[in-house]
């Protein structure tokens, strides 16, 4: 089959499957881990992160989907949901992260680090954007710049009361149409939260914050420059937050558990081939009704999800789409999963598509992000 053939048939059951050459793939994070580490520049040295919490080893978490295999309506390590916390959050606070494309990272845990200074943190760090910008010259914290950078508290946008709040941080450009008015324009987001990542928070130093999930919006350059000035001020280590094949399985089968409206778009795969001169993916899209159904039939247990349960629901799709295209999908390579909740890719890319179950998937990238931190 030639690279850029199309296969338009369909299953039966409405079942269809595209295949083409491999499309745009987004772009690795500015703040790459280092060599031989996996982690970007150290901060400000006052040791490692290991060497700073309360017992080390206790940040090892062991094999992470044992967190996983709970219960839907509670967070991974069996911990009851908040009740409808991010239901009751100010929508026009909250209304930005839906429908964008987030790049995910880890954060270590944030050293002194005060939510009572978050306007200083936002004026220091437009002062040190301005000075890069200008090449290492020094800028006058207060004084106008291009950039105005905004750090503010999302104080619902969490999991538990041990969780910290989730804080924000926006960079809007700023343009003098005239002396009397200025319009700005948003450029970049990034935020910082934990949602029921407490497992973490009680093994570190009380001079630590944890909010080990970061999630970005806009150029590599601002990321890279928010993430270094981060990691100098707070002696902290970001990395890049990759998403693997199998937890992109879970992720499948999660939200196809999820009770979403009736019309949302449908379950979506999409599958790298190996071993081809060109890249080649094949899109493998499900009717959210068929996805559901066949859930409920593997599902043994109401409202409980295990390994075994998601290998089967993933065994019944591959089938289905051997049988009718003759492709083994079990020798390529998922790398994202797309469904009415939301979508993921492998390279730590994500898209929140509605608020109702956005509190479980930040729960399951908190896991990932705490697993991350050895």
């Given at each position: 089959?030639?690279?850029?053939?199309?296969?338009?048939?369909?299953?039966?059951?409405?079942?269809?499957?595209?295949?083409?050459?491999?499309?745009?793939?987004?772009?690795?994070?500015?703040?790459?881990?280092?060599?031989?580490?996996?982690?970007?520049?150290?901060?400000?040295?006052?040791?490692?992160?290991?060497?700073?919490?309360?017992?080390?080893?206790?940040?090892?978490?062991?094999?992470?989907?044992?967190?996983?295999?709970?219960?839907?309506?509670?967070?991974?390590?069996?911990?009851?949901?908040?009740?409808?916390?991010?239901?009751?959050?100010?929508?026009?606070?909250?209304?930005?992260?839906?429908?964008?494309?987030?790049?995910?990272?880890?954060?270590?845990?944030?050293?002194?680090?005060?939510?009572?200074?978050?306007?200083?943190?936002?004026?220091?760090?437009?002062?040190?954007?301005?000075?890069?910008?200008?090449?290492?010259?020094?800028?006058?914290?207060?004084?106008?710049?291009?950039?105005?950078?905004?750090?503010?508290?999302?104080?619902?946008?969490?999991?538990?009361?041990?969780?910290?709040?989730?804080?924000?941080?926006?960079?809007?450009?700023?343009?003098?149409?005239?002396?009397?008015?200025?319009?700005e324009k948003l450029v970049w987001s990034g935020?910082?939260?934990?949602?029921?990542?407490?497992?973490?928070?009680?093994?570190?130093?009380?001079?630590?914050?944890?909010?080990?999930?970061?999630?970005?919006?806009?150029?590599?350059?601002?990321?890279?420059?928010?993430?270094?000035?981060?990691?100098?001020?707070?002696?902290?280590?970001?990395?890049?937050?990759?998403?693997?094949?199998?937890?992109?399985?879970?992720?499948?089968?999660?939200?196809?558990?999820?009770?979403?409206?009736?019309?949302?778009?449908?379950?979506?795969?999409?599958?790298?081939?190996?071993?081809?001169?060109?890249?080649?993916?094949?899109?493998?899209?499900?009717?959210?009704?068929?996805?559901?159904?066949?859930?409920?039939?593997?599902?043994?247990?109401?409202?409980?999800?295990?390994?075994?349960?998601?290998?089967?629901?993933?065994?019944?799709?591959?089938?289905?789409?051997?049988?009718?295209?003759?492709?083994?999908?079990?020798?390529?390579?998922?790398?994202?999963?797309?469904?009415?909740?939301?979508?993921?890719h492998c390279d730590g890319i994500i898209k929140?598509?509605?608020?109702?179950?956005?509190?479980?998937?930040?729960?399951?990238?908190?896991?990932?992000?705490?697993?991350?931190?050895?």
């Amino acid at each position: 089959m030639a690279a850029g053939a199309v296969l338009g048939a369909a299953g039966a059951d409405g079942t269809r499957v595209q295949t083409a050459p491999g499309g745009e793939r987004p772009e690795a994070g500015a703040m790459e881990p280092a060599e031989g580490t996996g982690w970007a520049a150290a901060g400000s040295g006052r040791g490692s992160v290991a060497g700073r919490v309360s017992g080390a080893g206790q940040l090892s978490r062991g094999p992470l989907l044992k967190k996983l295999s709970g219960q839907l309506g509670v967070s991974p390590s069996g911990r009851a949901l908040p009740p409808g916390s991010w239901e009751n959050a100010d929508p026009r606070k909250t209304a930005f992260i839906l429908r964008k494309q987030w790049t995910l990272y880890s954060v270590t845990p944030l050293y002194k680090f005060s939510s009572a200074h978050l306007k200083d943190y936002g004026r220091q760090l437009g002062a040190f954007i301005a000075a890069e910008k200008q090449k290492g010259l020094a800028v006058e914290v207060g004084v106008e710049l291009g950039i105005k950078v905004a750090v503010s508290s999302l104080p619902d946008l969490r999991g538990s009361d041990q969780d910290h709040a989730a804080v924000l941080v926006q960079l809007s450009l700023k343009s003098s149409a005239s002396q009397k008015k200025t319009e700005e324009k948003l450029v970049w987001s990034g935020w910082f939260c934990s949602v029921a990542g407490d497992d973490l928070s009680v093994n570190v130093l009380e001079d630590f914050t944890c909010l080990p999930l970061f999630l970005a919006n806009g150029a590599e350059s601002y990321t890279s420059l928010v993430g270094t000035w981060f990691q100098k001020t707070f002696d902290c280590c970001f990395r890049r937050l990759v998403i693997s094949p199998l937890i992109l399985t879970w992720m499948a089968a999660l939200w196809t558990g999820y009770k979403v409206d009736k019309t949302s778009s449908a379950m979506e795969l999409v599958f790298s081939v190996p071993c081809l001169p060109q890249p080649l993916d094949i899109s493998y899209a499900i009717h959210t009704e068929d996805a559901k159904a066949l859930w409920d039939t593997v599902q043994k247990t109401p409202g409980e999800i295990t390994q075994e349960e998601v290998d089967v629901f993933m065994d019944c799709l591959y089938s289905h789409f051997h049988r009718h295209f003759k492709i083994h999908l079990s020798a390529t390579k998922l790398v994202k999963v797309s469904t009415g909740i939301a979508s993921a890719h492998c390279d730590g890319i994500i898209k929140f598509l509605q608020s109702q179950h956005m509190i479980r998937v930040l729960m399951l990238l908190t896991e990932l992000a705490i697993s991350q931190i050895q």
